[in-house]
């Protein structure tokens, strides 16, 4: 049950480098140098990672700036009782190379990876910020629909047995199936722990008490939870990012970059826009805790709802679209949908294929939730609403609709039902002595 594995030796060559060390790497690269510009020793470095494993420092010198990301060798929310391979510094490289080139635009660009010292160099995004900052802050982001839509309507399709042949996608089901400790995180933590008793599990107490063991205990909702882990663990529908929540988007109002991508491997594609859609909900159900005067946040809870709304309805258009335009793959083979009936037969099975995937997203969207307010690694959405009582209420309700969702999948047939159930939800106020 437990993600750890066992310590790995680090590779020779690894060790961790921070301020004087990285300035002498980047310094003997003659690109990157060229890039900061300067003498090394003049450089600024500031480790600014706020995630949950990895190192990030923001280099900069008189001509421009980067960032470095590097793995440590355990994860860092958690210290080094928990080792981690190296290794998913490679699957992140792998993964931003193959989204560079479907998704053009929409990742930063790679400018190094050394594979030795599990770090990669990246153009520096700024002004960007991580959009759940953004969210919290109640900005809205009119760019951002469009943006992540093409992104995963891209980098899902075009990694497809739909868009791919055969021998190819199992070519990069193969190069992706190395990462599978990350996997293991995810196995345990969205789609195990928040359901048992976890040492590490932790929800707002005491409000939350009796919630957290509502869900320990109902068996309903364990077989749905095993449902949804079983299709992420045998499901290789596309190369997905793995982790695509708000805290790995950085946007501005007109630019939106999906980064950290160090989760990903083939999955079920409903893990990622549910990752979306579920993290567009809590900035929803959060909204009402960081208001601080009535209705002050209601031009920003709109757009989120609206949002929410879109990011369904234009992914299925643009995948929908890239299926009837660049379907070179092996499944629906052209030759059985011949003429005018097979036409018209195939885009009805086109739009089936698109029910059964929302139903995924519904559910994921449900597991993605639980494992933020019930499990380990919680998010500042919820986490920065100062008042324990006033988090837990908007933590209850976003469970509740989450568990709903969950548990009554087919009641959700399209997105607007979610939408509904989450405004109707906006006023309620859960009764915590039970
Ligand atoms: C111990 S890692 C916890 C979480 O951080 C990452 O962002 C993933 O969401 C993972 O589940
Ligand atoms: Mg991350």
């Not at 405004?423 to 309620?428: C, D, E, P, T």
Request: charged fraction near 25%; hydrophobic fraction near 45%; glycine fraction near 6%.
């Amino acid at each position: 049950m437990d993600s750890r594995v066992a310590p790995q030796p680090t590779p020779g060559g690894y060790r961790i480098l921070a301020d004087s060390a990285l300035r002498d790497y980047l310094g003997r690269l003659p690109a990157i140098a060229a890039r900061l510009g300067g003498l090394p020793e003049a450089w600024s470095v500031t480790e600014v990672g706020d995630g949950n494993l990895n190192l990030v420092f923001i280099v900069k010198g008189p001509s421009g700036g980067i960032a470095v990301k590097q793995a440590l060798p355990y994860v860092r929310l958690v210290g080094e009782s928990w080792p981690l391979p190296l290794s998913r510094a490679h699957y992140e490289h792998l993964a931003l190379t193959h989204q560079a080139r479907l998704a053009p635009g929409l990742v930063p660009a790679v400018l190094h990876h050394d594979e030795t010292l599990a770090l990669t160099a990246m153009e520096l995004l700024e002004p960007h910020i991580i959009m759940r900052k953004g969210l919290v802050a109640g900005t809205c982001y009119p760019r951002f629909v469009e943006d992540i839509t093409t992104f995963m309507a891209r980098t899902l399709f075009l990694s497809s047995d739909l868009a791919v042949p055969a021998a190819q996608k199992k070519e990069g089901i193969a190069a992706f199936a190395g990462n599978h400790a990350l996997c293991k995180i995810t196995e345990d933590l969205i789609f195990t722990d928040p359901y048992r008793k976890a040492e590490q599990n932790r929800w707002t107490q005491p409000y939350l008490d009796a919630t957290a063991a509502r869900f320990r205990e109902d068996l309903d909702l364990h077989v749905a939870i095993s449902r949804l882990k079983l299709k992420f663990m045998s499901s290789p529908e596309a190369l997905i990012h793995g982790d695509l929540h708000t805290g790995s988007i950085m946007v501005t109002e007109n630019e939106t970059k999906v980064i950290d991508p160090e989760f990903a491997f083939y999955g079920p594609m409903g893990f990622d826009v549910g990752a979306i859609i579920a993290n567009l909900l809590m900035a929803y159900f959060a909204s009402d805790g960081h208001e601080r005067e009535l209705s002050e946040r209601q031009a920003f809870e709109t757009w989120v709802l609206h949002a929410i709304e879109t990011v369904w309805t234009e992914f299925a258009g643009k995948f929908l679209a890239l299926w009837r335009s660049e379907a070179k793959g092996d499944a629906y083979p052209a030759i059985l949908f011949e003429g005018a009936a097979g036409a018209a037969r195939l885009e009805r099975e086109r739009q089936g294929y698109l029910n059964r995937l929302f139903q995924d997203t519904v559910g994921f969207a449900a597991a993605k939730t639980i494992r933020r307010i019930l499990g380990l690694a919680h998010n500042i959405d919820f986490e920065l609403i100062e008042d324990l009582k006033r988090r837990a209420v908007c933590e209850a309700r976003s469970l509740h609709l989450a568990r709903t969702m969950m548990l009554d999948t087919p009641s959700f047939p399209t997105i607007d039902k979610v939408t509904k159930a989450a405004r109707a939800l906006r006023g309620w106020q859960p009764d915590f002595s039970r």
